[in-house]
């Protein structure tokens, strides 16, 4: 089966503070996503990537950064916290356009900014 | 840009069918989904859509127009476990996929 695991389902951080949310997916692909969902706003693309290394900006990524060095891990990386970043995030991997290219997400990762 | 709508919440009885509705503007178009979400879990594939017409899979349809950037879900004999977030989501010219804010489906008895 296919899985996407993101490391902390619940996460409560200060203002001010370094907050590391990863995500793992263990199918080989190649894209990988970050969003966060807002009652009312949806999901909001963050930060995707198309391979290792690789990264390209989405929406709404200022005040995030993300790191791709191996090909399952995608990491988004809030170097600075700020109450407005409270929120869930989640984390998606899509493979090659070959069929419909769907996205598999992962359980989602709860941040409250104190 | 793109731009997507769909409404914000649909009450629904069990038994019955639904029809959830998505309009989009999109530069390019390479495809559109729909998604499923539970409350407090992970949005789940329900089905693609690239070519004009109808898709059915079971008690869920989709169906595209793409010349009135129009989308819509279709449910029958809808279940208690029929209710959750749908989420419409267009593919455009980067292959990106860019959500609409979702519709709230409450099915009650």
């Known amino acids: 089966d296919v899985k996407v695991t993101q490391s902390s389902r619940y996460l409560v951080k200060r203002t001010g503070e370094k907050v590391f949310l990863e995500c793992v997916q263990d199918?080989?692909?190649?894209?990988m996503f970050w969003y966060r969902q807002d009652p009312g706003l949806g999901l909001r693309l963050i930060y995707f990537?198309?391979?290792?290394?690789?990264?390209e900006k989405g929406d709404i990524p200022e005040g995030y950064s993300v790191s791709r060095e191996k090909k399952e891990r995608f990491s988004l990386i809030l170097e600075s916290a700020s109450t407005n970043q409270t929120s869930m995030y989640l984390c998606?991997?899509?493979?090659?356009?070959?069929?419909?290219?769907?996205?598999?997400f992962g359980e989602g990762s709860r941040l409250t900014v104190l | 840009g793109q731009n997507i709508d769909q409404p914000t919440e649909m009450t629904a009885t069990e038994g019955a069918i639904v029809q959830i509705n998505c309009t989009y503007q999109?530069?390019?178009?390479?495809?559109l989904f729909w998604y499923q979400q539970h409350a407090g879990e992970a949005p789940t594939f329900l089905s693609y859509?690239?070519?004009?017409g109808l898709e059915e899979k079971g008690r869920f349809s989709s169906f595209l127009s793409r010349s009135k950037g129009y989308s819509y879900l279709l449910l029958k004999e809808l279940q208690m476990k029929d209710s959750a977030s749908y989420l419409c989501?267009?593919?455009?010219?980067?292959?990106?996929?860019?959500f609409g804010r979702g519709t709230s489906l409450i099915v009650h008895p």
């Open positions: 859509n690239v070519l004009d």
């Open positions: 989501a267009v593919r455009g010219g980067s292959y990106i996929p860019t």
């Open positions: 199918m080989d692909h190649e894209n």
């Open positions: 990537s198309y391979d290792v290394k690789m990264k």
């Open positions: 998606a991997s899509r493979g090659r356009q070959g069929n419909t290219g769907e996205l598999f």
């Open positions: 999109t530069s390019g178009f390479n495809g």
